[in-house]
């Protein structure tokens, strides 16, 4: 109900109806994992370096389809940021406008629901544009990977101190380490860890 309203409040906000399709019902199938690689930590003052964004039908990652932009920066990439990311502004070439970024990402996600790690801070970075551009923050649904795995986690130890950094949660889970770390190896990894806890959820 409560979410019902905020999506009509939220639509009778936006200013550029291209971007209608985004309040639409989702009878795609699908659902698009994606991750921003940022310049740090802060929302409100920080930017967006790259997105990475993947889609997943039943049970396959479509890599074939996936996405992966760069973005201009209008100031230097700070040291501490490329430590985490690897992203140097020489590696920045041919990179598009943010702008140009969101558009292509929000015509790619549609009315899909979004998964990712830590998922608030990105839709969060992503709200800050879409907001100044089109008046309005992501509709779409959304489901966190981490929150998936506590629960199942929870489950099985109660009481447990359960480790929900991403690198645990891939070795526990059995999966392939990429080659970490950037916005489309983060999003495959992700979607692998997505797909074999629907999986794991299944079997209990």
């Not at 906000?13 to 930590?41: K, N, P, W, Y």
């Not at 899909?112 to 923050?137: C, H, P, Q, W």
């Not at 690198?167 to 889970?173: G, K, R, S």
């Amino acid at each position: 109900m409560f979410e019902d309203l905020k999506k009509k409040w939220n639509r009778k906000h936006l200013t550029d109806e291209r971007f209608a399709f985004l309040f639409d019902e989702d009878t795609s199938g699908e659902v698009v994992v994606f991750d921003c690689e940022t310049t740090g930590l802060d929302p409100k003052k920080d930017d967006i370096i790259s997105i990475g964004a993947v889609k997943i039908k039943e049970n396959r990652i479509l890599t074939d389809e996936a996405m992966h932009l760069f973005v201009k920066q209008e100031k230097q990439i700070s040291h501490e940021s490329i430590t985490i990311h690897q992203i140097r502004h020489c590696d920045l070439v041919g990179a598009i406008s943010i702008e140009e970024a969101i558009e292509r990402f929000l015509y790619y996600i549609g009315n899909r629901k979004l998964v990712g790690y830590y998922l608030e801070f990105d839709v969060a970075m992503i709200n800050k544009y879409t907001k100044s551009m089109l008046g309005v923050t992501l509709p779409n649904k959304k489901e966190e990977v981490s929150a998936i795995y506590y629960d199942q986690k929870t489950s099985m130890i109660p009481q447990g101190n359960i480790d929900l950094r991403f690198a645990t949660i891939v070795e526990d889970l059995a999966l392939p380490k990429l080659q970490a770390h950037d916005a489309l190896n983060d999003v495959i990894m992700t979607a692998m860890i997505y797909l074999k806890l629907q999986h794991t959820h299944k079997l209990h």
